[in-house]
């Protein structure tokens, strides 16, 4: 399929380009910017005055909830979600039921995801069989299966010893190893930040030295193996600061954070909302705002959704009973563009964290919009503003914090592969 694109504002973060031109997309490419390539004849036009066409979105963490959890959310309906939300790559993480430890399970679901309409969909292997931190999985093989690195999710590893031998086990094959750093002890049974609104409200808490102690760690163990290591959802600001020592010293780890905990703190968590349950939890004002700045100053690299759907009953439950996630995949762009536009950064700024630079910390070809690249693009339009619904929100789950907030940014075009996957109506 040939698709002319005209008039639109093209932001790619990579580049720099920033330029109002005409796109052409054939065979699920970019084949030229500005003028039309000899004899190409468009079987569909696209008017985008007034919109940004940038890269397709590549969100870090997203939770498909298949296998095992279709009650919640099914492949299917998270997928026409994240392309709603201008999401043409994702990551999906390890912690399904059973989790991806397995290479049959890992090729199921890329068959499943391939033949679906919908994003490009790369699995993170588990670290561990069960995910329990007992004993690593087969990386090489799930590797061959289709695994871009490998994770424990939300399941921390105890035993100190099994992660330094799966570091240096990814180290010799050179495999990127995913860690969310909380401490398994400090951590265990909390459900909100360790202060005082945990006081106020009497919940179980989870202090910031559950991600600094975890942080140490790996940390220590990435310096003894050299093992390329991700940090997934930073949430506090001596968390931040430990990375950017860790940067300084020439360590090759990267970072993100989930794009909540760029707006929240735990003062949202005073009324008892369980769509505020969120692991890890939303910390102070003062870690919020080390955040903001961090992603700006790119010690934190990416900005991820870490989308959970989750069904109505599990949030309905007492906040500490209630099931930890937040629904985010048609949230990721207009709260990135808000961030931005609070931090008075340009909109290639605001990009590059959910494009460029997400794409280069899960190793494959997307995040770009330059001639000869993949014909994944989000187009846009930057000052229309929506109102968060139920009704609005495309995915089975409905568990978000900002339900009733109106957003500023709306995807009207998501192209995959050269095919317009989403429309807005």
Known sequence: MKIHIKNGRI???ASGLDAVQDVYLAAGRIVALGQAPADFHANAEIDAAGLVVAPGLVDL?????????????????????????????????????????????????????????????????????????ERLTEMAELTEAGCVAFSQADCPTVDTRVLLHALEYASTLNLPVWLRPEDAH?????????????????????????????????ILLVRETRARVHLCRLSSRAGVEMVRLAKADGLPVTCDVAIHHVHLTDMDVADFNANCHVTPPFRSQRDRDAIRQAIA?????????????????????????????????????????????????????????????AADILGVDAGRLAVGRPADLCLFDPDATWMVSERSLLSLGKNSPFLGYEMQGRVRYTVIDGHIDYKAN
């Not at 199921?108 to 292997?125: D, E, I, Q, T």
């Not at 265990?188 to 179980?204: Q, T």
């Not at 959704?305 to 439950?317: G, L, M, N, W």
């Not at 563009?337 to 290639?348: I, P, V, Y």
Request: hydrophobic share 40%.
């Open 297 to 357: 100053d790119g010690v934190i690299d990416a900005i991820c959704s870490d989308h959970a759907p989750v069904d109505d009953d599990a949030k309905e439950k007492p906040f500490q009973e209630s099931e930890p996630g937040v629904t985010g995949v048609e949230l990721l762009l207009p709260l990135t563009l808000k961030w931005a536009r609070e931090a008075g950064l340009s909109l290639a700024d605001a990009l590059a964290p959910i494009t460029c630079k």
């Open 186 to 218: 400090l951590g265990k049974g909390g459900v909100v930040h360790d202060g005082i609104v945990s006081a106020r409200l009497g919940l179980a808490a989870i202090p910031v030295p559950a991600e600094t102690v975890a942080l140490a760690t790996i």
């Open 11 to 13: 932001i790619d973060p």
């Open 61 to 133: 963490a997203v939770r498909l909830r298949e296998p095992g959890f279709e009650y919640m959310a099914t492949l299917e309906s998270e997928m026409h979600a994240a392309a709603a939300g201008g999401i043409t790559s994702l990551a999906c993480p390890p912690d399904t039921d059973p989790p991806l430890d397995e290479p049959g399970l890992v090729e199921m679901l890329k068959f499943r995801a391939k033949n679906s309409p919908g994003p490009r969909v790369y699995p993170v292997g588990a670290l561990t069989w069960k995910l329990k931190g």
